[in-house]
């Protein structure tokens, strides 16, 4: 895992803008540190609360997977469907 853009993340759960994505996290109370790339562990956290991304890359998807069991286990949180 590598630090992403918000656009990045927004495209890979099929998003077409990044006002959209932008939205949908405040709906859901979810704040991302501003003007950064989205960190490792700010990705986890996202994606424990929103799921793993549909359309993030089947390379990737083995490590996300890995690490995001042993987030949502550390922080006793239900893995997400």
Not at 22 to 34: D, G, M, V, W
Not at 47 to 61: F, V
Request: proline content about 7%; some cysteine; aromatic content about 12%.
């Amino acid at each position: 895992m590598k630090p992403l853009t918000r656009k990045e993340i927004a495209i890979y759960y099929g998003y077409g803008c990044t006002k959209t994505f932008t939205s949908h996290l405040k709906a859901k109370e979810i704040t991302l540190t501003p003007y950064k790339l989205v960190s490792m562990e700010e990705q986890l956290m996202l994606y424990s609360q929103m799921g793993i991304p549909a359309y993030l890359p089947e390379e990737e998807l083995g490590r996300v997977k890995e690490k995001l069991e042993q987030y949502c286990t550390n922080n006793e949180i239900p893995f997400p469907k």
